[in-house]
């Protein structure tokens, strides 16, 4: 999966720094990230001259420190000043086809971080100008006090299966064509348990028992934990698709799955569920 990054590693604990020669930035603006593809390659620049007062720790990556932009300046304003060819501000998607891995894992998690810096400027409570906490991760109020940690929003993804068949699912109205598994996020008030089973039932009609915790993953895209779990049909196995949120909801054999799903990245907890039913290893 895309957090897998071995023997690489990305340390998020927050201190306070300062950029310099051998720090790498992310300049991240309106949800795209700066860098340059060669080959499906990445690499993202260092510190760009007249930046620095913008820039804040974000993490160290196999013991570099890599800092966040968080400032205002236009993206042309930004590459203006960088040598070389193929400068480019990137989405979060397009960092799911390049290399190497553990540099596509940091953009995406940069983004996550830039999402949540870009909408953590005022104090919801009080309409303050936000400061930045000099001891940890934190936004906080001059006026009234609020603090505010980043914001990271809990979502299942929920294999049904039932025998030697698995419900799989293709979202209504995204880009993302392939099948996919059921998947929603958690409410205000409600168990992970209780958010697969609503979900499942809100989507397809079918209701599940037997529910088992698989693995986690961070999930920047969309500023998300993901929660994987596996779980049985429990009676009726007839399908009622919530069109609003799913084009495809069907039940496919574990010898089909080859052949409705083009191929896998390993990107993904929702792949890995599926070939860990299709491989019966879980
Ligand atoms: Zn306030």
Not at 14 to 29: H, L, R
Not at 62 to 75: H, V
Not at 85 to 90: A, D, I, K
Request: include cysteine; charged fraction near 25%.
């Amino acid at each position: 999966m895309i957090q897998d990054i071995m023997p690489h590693r990305l340390n998020n604990h927050y201190t306070e720094k300062t950029p310099d020669g051998e720090s790498i930035c992310f300049y991240a603006v309106e949800g795209r990230l700066l860098m340059q593809v060669s080959d499906g390659k990445i690499s993202y620049p260092g510190l760009i001259p007249g930046t620095q007062k913008d820039l804040i720790f974000a993490f160290e990556l196999d013991g570099r420190d890599c800092f966040l932009y968080l400032g205002r300046k236009k993206p042309e304003e930004l590459t203006g000043s960088l040598s070389g060819e193929g400068w480019t501000f990137e989405n979060a998607s397009a960092l799911r086809a390049l290399n190497p891995r553990y540099f596509a894992f940091a953009g995406v998690t940069a983004l996550h971080l830039a999402a949540w810096y870009q909408s953590s400027r005022f104090c919801g409570r009080c309409g303050t100008a936000l400061e930045h906490d000099h001891a940890e991760r934190m936004m906080k109020c001059p006026s009234c006090g609020q603090m505010k940690y980043p914001s990271i929003a809990p979502a299942v993804i929920v294999a049904v299966t039932d025998g030697d068949r698995i419900l799989m699912t293709k979202y209504a109205g995204r880009a993302y064509s392939r099948f996919a598994l059921i998947a929603g996020f958690t409410e205000i008030g409600e168990t992970a348990e209780e958010t697969v089973a609503r979900e499942v039932l809100e989507e397809t009609g079918v209701r599940v028992k037997n529910i088992r915790y698989y693995r986690s993953q961070p999930w920047g895209f969309s500023q998300t934990l993901l929660l994987g779990f596996f779980c049985e049909l429990d009676g009726s196995d007839e399908i009622h698709m919530d069109e609003s949120e799913l084009s495809v909801a069907e039940w496919v054999e574990r010898g089909e799955i080859e052949h409705v799903q083009d191929g896998y990245d390993d990107i993904s907890l929702t792949n890995e569920m599926i070939c860990a039913f299709r491989d019966k290893i879980f």
